[in-house]
Every structure is written in C-alpha cells, then in structure tokens.
C-alpha cells in the first residue's frame, strides 16, 4: 500500500512530538510505501531524522518560494467564477465550498499572477475591502490579503506523489494539500490530529503585533474555513482524546466518521531505563525551547523552588536553535534570577539518560494534546507536574496535587514541593500511572490501529473489535 503523508513544519525537520510520532509510524509499518509531502517556511532545511528505508519519495513545498504557471492558463475563465464565489461565502460566515473550487482548479495551476491581474478577481478584491474595510487604506487590505492567500495558492498549486491513500497529520495547509489529492484523484483522505491546528494559529495570529484587527480576522477567518472543510471531507478523523473529537464534530466532522486513538510509546524501551539515585532534587522539562513550552514559566518556577530547596537542579531538555530569540530571552531570565549554575540547557540529549535520574518531569506549556513526554516519564518512573492543558488533566485522573493553571508558578512549584515531601504517596500514584500507560499507551496497539485503519479505508472491511 502507498501512502502520502502531509506534514506542514514538523517531520523530519522539526524535532517534537508530532514529528516523535510520524517517525514511529514509518518505521512501524515497513510494510507500506511512504511518501512524504512537507510543507516549509525556508528551504534546504537540515533533517532532524534518518529516513526510513520504506519511504520512497519527499517532496517539500516552501511556502515562500512561488510557483508561477503561465498566465492566461486556457481553462482561467472556467474557474475564476467559482474561485470568486468562494471567497464570498467564506467572508459570509458561510461554509466554504472548496470542493468544488479544488474540482474547478487545476493541479499545477497557481493564481499567485492571475489574483492580481484578472479583472474578475481584482474587482472581488476592491469590492471586498469597500466592504468590509472602508476607513483602511486599500494597500493594507491588499497585502494582507496577498500574504494569507498567495501560500494558499502555493499549496493548491503543488503536485504530490502517487498513492493509494492521503494521510493529513493536521488541518491547515496540509489538511488543504490532501484534501485537494482526494478529490482531484478520487483517492480516501485519512485526518489524524494530535492538537487542534485552527486553534493553534489562533493562539499565534492574535498575539501577532503586525497585523491591524480585521487583518488578523481575515486570517483567522481562512483558516477555520480550511480547517472546516478538512473535517466535513475526509474519510476518516481521528483524534487523541473525546474532547477534541466533539470538537471536531461541532466543526463540521460527521460523527460516525470520527474515532478517539490515543497516542502510545516504546513502553519496553521507556521502562528498561535504570534508575539511578543522585544526590539532590532533580527537575526537568523535556521539550522544545519555544514560547508554546512556556519556558519562562519553567525558569521562575525553578526560581521559586530554588528558594526553598538548596539541593534542586533544574534541567531545560530539548533542541535550543528552533527559535533563537525566545532562547535568547530564557537564557537572559536565567541569568537575571540567578540560577546560572543550577539551570541548564542540554539542547537535544538522549533523554533517557536524565529519566534516570530525575525526580519530577515538570511540564508549563501553554498548549499540549496528548504529550508522549509523560508517558515516557510514567514509564521510566518519574512523575509529572503540569499545567491543567490538553488531555493533560484526563491523564493525569484530574489529580488537582500535580495539576496548576498556565503561567502559574507558584502554584507548580507547590506541586512539586508536595512531591518531594509525600514520596510513599507519589510512589502510589506513579504505579498506578504505569499500569495505565501499559493498558492504554501501548505503541504496538496504536500501530495495530492504524494498519487496520489504513486497510479499511484502502477498501477492506474493519473489524468489529475497531468498531466497537
């Protein structure tokens, strides 16, 4: 079987776990053929992960690089009616019909010249703005407009590879490029979320400085309607905790469509992990230095701890060069708060080696799905502290002694303090928590699960065991 995978700024480029999860689903299903569709902000990017042997094509689009097809393509005046129709109703607070734009547009064909030049679409534009826009000068409308949508044409415009399935790991761009294969080649589309991308970008775009308020509602706007789409149109939905199943559901996923499949690890290769005891208290945040992770949260919870615990050291687990300035930025924190010789940044480690040794995961982020990082931590024998995000709290049975609100340090902190002072109680508790991960996280399950998946919707038929 040959499957596409639409991957936008993750695998193989960007370490995390999303792209922890693609890699294991490649090289735990070697008997399909995978096809990788990547979607980037810069090309040439270094890859973060080896390939394994069973993917055979790569195709990446930079979302800044333009395709330019010819202009006056001969099929131009079939399609800019609809492209125009489109775009009325998705700035109606209607649904967007993109299917039967993707029906109308051709692959290979990019309106990145033609939005700008055919008298249709430019008189959709000016209307548009006198519209909705009248006291802003045209020219900021305009490029605003110009930057959420010429990516779209981008992704529109790309070719994938052959296969016999398309296998969308979020919505957005990604979603969009997949759902454009299943209806232009009559193949399924699989859409599997571990977070849910429309609200991501929101999170991004209302933080943005640069963009003017009916600018940030236009993106906005754009991608709830591509997230929209992708969950009315695809074969199959899954997601990794009821929550955001329902969710799903509320925007648009007819609900026998949908299914809940947790996440799962190597529990053998978490679980064989020696402990060690090490003098003094040792805490850690495995992840991604970026504002998502909330590290700063992290720094002045260790602050807080440091205080009262002369024996503590702090560890900050994960790549540092994803986004320069924001690491920048904590090592400054650190520095300012005087934990320069009790703080450290590891960037990427084997992070077996600290679960070893540590004494609590401490987790701040301000948004998370179904972080495998805690699983891998139960399994090792580490317990966690988080902030109540997520599946988070689910997994962690509501258990308000290891929960705390986002940004909240003082809270964490205590939660960590009671850890530290109630040691028969946690180790109670993180048995419990193993035993859980080895019914419920099982990576051979969830490998089970998506080879089933993958032959149901290749056209045989699904288990009972599934359905129910």
Known sequence: ????LFLEGSYPYITGGVSAWVHDLIQGLPEVDFSLFTISASPNQTL???LPSNVREHIDVVLNQTVQSARNHPQLNQFVPVVAETHDTAFQDRPMDLVRLLKALPEGVSLHND???????WQMLTERNTQTNPLYPFSDYLWSWRGSHEMLFQVLAARPPEADLYHAVSTGFAGLAALAAKVRRSKPFLLTEHGLYHKERQMEIRKATFLSGYQRDQWIRLYDQISSACYREADLVTALFETNRQEQIRLGSPPDRTRVVPNGID???FSAVARQHKPGFHIGLVGRVVPIKDI?????TCKILGDSMPD???YCIGPTDEDPDYYQECLRLVESLGLGDRLVFTDRQNVLEYYAFLNVLLLTSVREAQPLVILEAWSAGVL?????VGNVPEMLDYDERFLAATKDAEALALKVRWLRENPQEAEQVLQGNQRKVRQIYDKTTLMDTYRTMYGFLGGRPWPESVLN
Do not use: E, G
């Open 384 to 388: 966690t502290v988080s902030t109540r």
């Open 48 to 50: 973060r992960y080896v």
């Open 115 to 121: 939005a700008m030049s055919h008298q249709k679409l």
């Open 296 to 300: 700063k949260t992290f720094i002045v």
């Open 312 to 314: 503590a050291r702090f």
């Open 1 to 4: 079987m040959k499957v596409c």
């Open 267 to 269: 529990i053998p290769r």
